[in-house]
């Protein structure tokens, strides 16, 4: 069985930086891409970004709003996906979802909660 | 960037209706395009990929369809576990974006 576990998640100031972790089970995560994607508390979805396989030498993609400022990195021999989060700001605040890219997007984490705020 | 356009915003049904949700591309995306559903409090859970491909596991009731800007989910007899919040999401382009969100109550 598929499974993505994210942790990292908290209270942070703005201006501060955040490191979100996302452990798989169930696959072998070096074979997928893997993305993160953001939902603010009581709103839509926002894809934020985007890790390719080995394959395809681990090139990534991010959204507008937090490229520069975010970074999304994986450890294969661990099979866990990272966002480094720097410069947040209270438009960070969000639950942040750890996603398996194949067949669109076919499976989720339960997410983790990000807090930006003073 | 390719805006996702979802309608309506929400809508009430009764269980056995058929129930249809549409998506529209601001530019084409192809087959590129994904469903989710959902529920209070949880994460979403994906239905639909590449516009008419169910997922491992999703009832047959829900299907999907179209191409190129203008998309539809439909669930065939709504049941009770179907009432939740619906949403289109385009994979053809970077940057993926996501539809606005149909919520599905009870009438």
Redesign the interface.
């Known amino acids: 069985e598929v499974r993505l576990v994210e942790s990292g998640g908290g209270l942070v100031q703005p201006g501060g930086s955040l490191r979100l972790s996302c452990a798989g089970s169930g696959f072998t995560l070096s074979d997928y891409y893997m993305d993160w994607v953001r939902q603010a508390p009581g709103k839509g979805l926002e894809w934020v970004g985007r890790t390719r396989n080995k394959a395809n030498s681990y090139t990534t993609e991010y959204a507008a709003s937090v490229k520069g400022r975010f970074t999304v990195f994986r450890d294969d021999s661990k099979n866990s996906l990272y966002l480094q989060m720097n410069s947040l700001t209270t438009e960070d605040t969000a639950f942040y979802y750890c996603v398996r890219g194949k067949n669109g997007f076919d499976s989720w984490g339960l997410g983790t909660l990000v807090t930006v705020s003073s | 960037?390719i805006q996702m356009t979802q309608s309506p915003s929400s809508l009430s049904a009764s269980i056995g209706d058929r129930v249809t949700i549409t998506c529209r591309a601001s530019q084409g995306i192809r087959n590129s395009l994904?469903w989710?559903q959902q529920k209070p409090g949880k994460?979403?859970?994906?239905l639909?990929?590449?516009t008419s491909?169910l997922?491992s596991g999703v009832p047959s009731r829900f299907s999907g369809s179209g191409s190129g800007t203008d998309f539809s989910l439909t669930i065939s007899s709504l049941q009770p576990e179907d009432f939740a919040t619906y949403?289109c999401?385009q994979?053809g382009s970077?940057?993926?974006?996501?539809?606005?969100?149909t919520k599905v109550e009870m009438k």
């Open positions: 960037d994904t989710f994460a979403p859970k994906s639909i990929y590449d491909s997922q949403y999401q994979y970077y940057p993926y974006t996501f539809g606005g969100g």
